[in-house]
């Protein structure tokens, strides 16, 4: 049974509950006061709260706080190093289906007279057991370029810290940290890129290397695909073209010689550069001294010893001619599965007297005439080209201005318009007139801004009078005029209007030097080649150039009466002409001089009976030279070259 409440206390209950304090929106900024001498509070539902722990120490804090994000941050790390590493593996080689890469062919490129030009390859020379090279060798090798290489896995931490620190205090790239395997992993597998994939990735087909191949075998491999300069590709080659003998024969001089060049290959060429080549050689023998590979003594009798350079006459210049030899190549003999022995045209001779005419004239006057270029080809009746000088330096610029620089050929074009008139019915005899020519907004003007009147074709030729030339494509058309380009081997594109008569479409010296060939020979047409015969390491023959019989079984492309109308009128060009600097004693001088716009190329192409040669000069950039002519700095050059070697023959 229920206890009942009085109504007395039941009203005061009710009364009181119906009361509501301040502030009672927030009962917790109206705590409950504490109790004062035993006091009780008014509200006895409400409690004292408890007083808070003691707080943690503050090195404890700093730890919990520490381990926490450098946790986050491994793992953070981890997952970005995993993203970067799947990222610079998408265009990786798959090291599965890396194979030992086998030897290159080498391809021995010998003269006409069967001395070793140049070792090139596809891309290099002999491959060679590590088993045969001396010891000194591969110390040399290892003291300079990696010491740890017999202590790390592919990649040196402490060599890549050390280059930082050295290039961060210098303020730019002065040392590099790659170790042997990481540069032969971009040999083998990277291109040359300065970039942070490609040495990640380099670092990446190190480590994998160094898993598959022993310290011996990538050290073989690296011996044999290393550039060492002057075209030598892998030590063999160097070893032969530096020093005329087998790299298996090496002795310490010459090994810390070939080993220092690793570096800059061209910038510490011994032929070219002896005082630095002998400085860095130096380092490599201190190094190997440091290393405990020798002895105090024996670096000092090393670095007191020769060089010891092989002599050769073959000129570095012909290094063009290699480079031409190389192109024509695969074409020739298809792809190569063993090594092959290439005989060129080039004789070492003539390569020798070419190259000393052309720089002796331009040492002399290039200042003078603000030309720093020049470029000469010499070839004979049957298209065989005996010497070429591509440039003025080799070492400084292996672009090829025989072939390569397409420039306006000036005035030297102006015999294939004469040509075409010949053919057309006129004779070097019929009268033209040298007067000013105006097309539209086109007046072209004579060089020397005269005019002559009524003159006839031989003598507008050999004065090389503009208005004419113009006057006589207007005759004949100039879809004829190309016509006959085309068949003297001009393969250029030529425009298709009148100025074509003033040699104003891009040619290279090379097709518009054979295109005068018809003149010298006869009027049979001449394929011009460097190549003679290509062999393999048997013996078998694989080509062979078979220069055509003239008269027999060579296309005859120009009429005997038209090749003896140009020679009358290219024999007036040196007699009485543009062309005086070019004449030689003992010799008829067949040729034509060419000058452009603004004297921006000078031009010489000229024959005898034996020989026949183009010069060109000017700049790479077509800057204007200080009046350069065909008459002056090409024409001679062409002299001094020809003089020479027409010294003891005969005319004919």
């Known amino acids: 049974m229920a206890r009942k409440i009085p109504k007395k206390s039941a009203k005061k209950l009710a009364k009181d509950s119906a009361k509501k304090p301040k502030n009672s929106k927030n009962s917790f900024k109206n705590p409950p006061k504490r109790r004062k001498n035993g006091q009780k509070t008014a509200n006895i539902s409400q409690k004292t709260t408890k007083k808070p722990g003691k707080k943690l120490p503050l090195w404890w804090r700093l730890t919990k706080f520490s381990v926490y994000w450098l946790s986050f941050l491994a793992t953070l790390g ?71 290489f017999y202590e790390h896995n592919g990649v040196n931490i402490f060599g890549i810290a050390r280059a930082a620190m050295v290039n961060l205090m210098k303020g730019n790239r002065a040392q590099g940290g790659s170790t042997i395997t990481q540069q032969l992993a971009k040999m083998l597998y990277l291109k040359p890129e300065k970039k942070l994939k490609r040495k990640v990735q380099e670092a990446m087909l190190a480590v994998w290397l160094e898993t598959k191949y022993s310290k011996d075998e990538l050290l073989e491999l690296y011996f044999n695909r290393a550039y060492f300069g002057a075209g030598a590709n892998g030590i063999e080659a160097a070893a032969q073209k530096y020093f005329d003998k087998s790299a298996r024969y090496l002795n310490l001089n010459e090994s810390a010689l070939l080993a220092g060049l690793m570096k800059a290959p061209s910038a510490y060429n011994p032929l070219r550069h002896p ?111 005996r010497a070429m000088v591509g440039g003025r330096d080799y070492e400084k610029s292996s672009f090829n201005r025989v072939l390569n620089a397409q420039r306006q050929p000036g005035s030297v074009f102006k015999p294939l318009v004469y040509l075409t008139a010949l053919e057309a019915g006129l004779t070097p005899s019929s009268q033209v007139t040298d007067a000013p020519i105006q097309f539209k907004n086109w007046r072209p003007q004579n060089y020397n801004g005269k005019y002559y009147g009524n003159v006839t074709l031989s003598q507008s030729l050999a004065k090389s009078m503009n208005s004419v030339a113009l006057r006589l494509a207007q005759k004949v058309g100039v879809k004829k005029i190309i016509n006959t380009a085309r068949r003297l081997g001009i393969g250029s594109d030529l425009r298709d209007d009148l100025s074509i008569a003033l040699g104003t479409s891009e040619v290279n010296l090379q097709e518009i030097t054979a295109a005068y060939i018809p003149f010298m020979n006869g009027g049979f047409g001449a394929d011009a080649h460097i190549i003679s ?3 393999n390491d048997k013996g078998d023959d694989i080509y062979s150039h078979r220069a055509a019989s003239l008269g027999v079984n060579a296309e005859r492309i120009i009429a ?29 001088v067949f040729g034509k001089t060419g000058t452009t716009q603004d004297y921006k190329d000078g031009w010489f192409i000229g024959y005898t009976s034996q020989y026949i040669a183009g010069v060109w000069v000017g700049n790479d950039d077509n800057k204007p030279t200080n009046k350069v002519t065909g008459g002056n700095l090409p024409a001679l050059i062409w002299h001094d070259l020809m003089a020479e070697i027409h010294a003891g023959l005969v005319d004919f």
């Open 78 to 148: 981890i997952i970005v190093g995993l993203g970067f590493f799947l990222y610079y593996s998408l265009d990786l080689p798959n090291p599965d289906t890396l194979k030992t890469p086998k030897p290159v062919p080498t391809v021995t490129i010998t003269t006409s007279d069967g001395e070793v030009l140049t070792h090139r390859a596809a891309q290099q020379s002999g491959h060679i057991a590590i088993k045969l090279l001396p010891t000194h060798t591969k110390q040399a090798l290892v003291a300079i370029e990696d010491r740890r």
């Open 275 to 385: 005082k630095k080549a002998r400085a860095r050689q130096k380092l490599v023998l201190n190094a190997m001294r440091e290393e405990g590979y020798i002895s105090q003594n024996q670096m000092l009798i090393a670095q007191s010893m020769p060089l010891g350079l092989k002599q050769t006459n073959v000129a570095s210049q012909a290094q063009y001619a290699a480079d031409w030899i190389m192109r024509d190549l695969k074409g020739l003999a298809g792809d190569l599965s063993g090594d092959i022995i290439v005989e060129s045209t080039i004789d070492p001779y003539l390569q020798n007297v070419a190259e000393r005419a052309l720089n002796n004239i331009m040492q002399a006057n290039a200042k003078k005439y603000g030309a720093n270029q020049a470029a000469l080809i010499l070839m004979d009746k049957y298209g065989a080209v």
């Open 560 to 588: 005997p009466q038209e090749v003896a109308q140009m020679n009358e009128m290219l024999l007036a060009v040196t007699h009485s002409g543009t062309g005086k600097n070019a004449q030689i004693a003992n010799f008829r």
């Open 533 to 535: 015969f290509i062999s």
